[in-house]
Nanobody, 124 residues
């Protein structure tokens, strides 16, 4: 069974940091694109960052560029999202997702496997 499991969410003060993890199991994701999306209450799901397993190519939303870093550990089959200088507007449920090769990173409709989400709350 294909599974993505996120962890690492929580409550943090503005300016603080969190690291999210996404553990993948059930199949080989070595050629896949791994993405992080987020959804705040009353808002649409939005792209945060993505990385290719094979080459480590990355892409970031403008709103997080310079503050967030996506990385992967192939040996652990895990993708990370390091979030620094957090702002209140980063508060959302964060989802990890996997998409086939050749995917347009920023389109959530192209991702076919999703985790359950982890809550990130940034307080002022």
């Amino acid at each position: 069974q294909v599974q993505l499991v996120e962890s690492g969410g929580g409550l943090v003060q503005a300016g603080g940091s969190l690291r999210l993890s996404c553990a993948a199991s059930g199949r080989t994701f070595s050629s896949y694109v791994m993405g992080w999306f987020r959804q705040a209450p009353g808002k649409e799901r939005e792209f945060v960052a993505a990385i290719t397993w094979s080459h480590g190519n990355t892409d970031y939303a403008d709103s997080v560029k310079g503050r967030f870093t996506i990385s992967r550990d192939n040996a652990k089959n895990t993708v990370y999202l390091q979030m620094n200088s957090l702002k209140r507007e980063d508060t959302a449920v964060y989802y990890c997702a996997a998409a086939p090769p050749g995917t347009y990173f920023r389109s959530f409709t192209e991702y076919d496997t999703w985790g359950q989400g982890t809550q990130v709350t940034v307080s002022s």
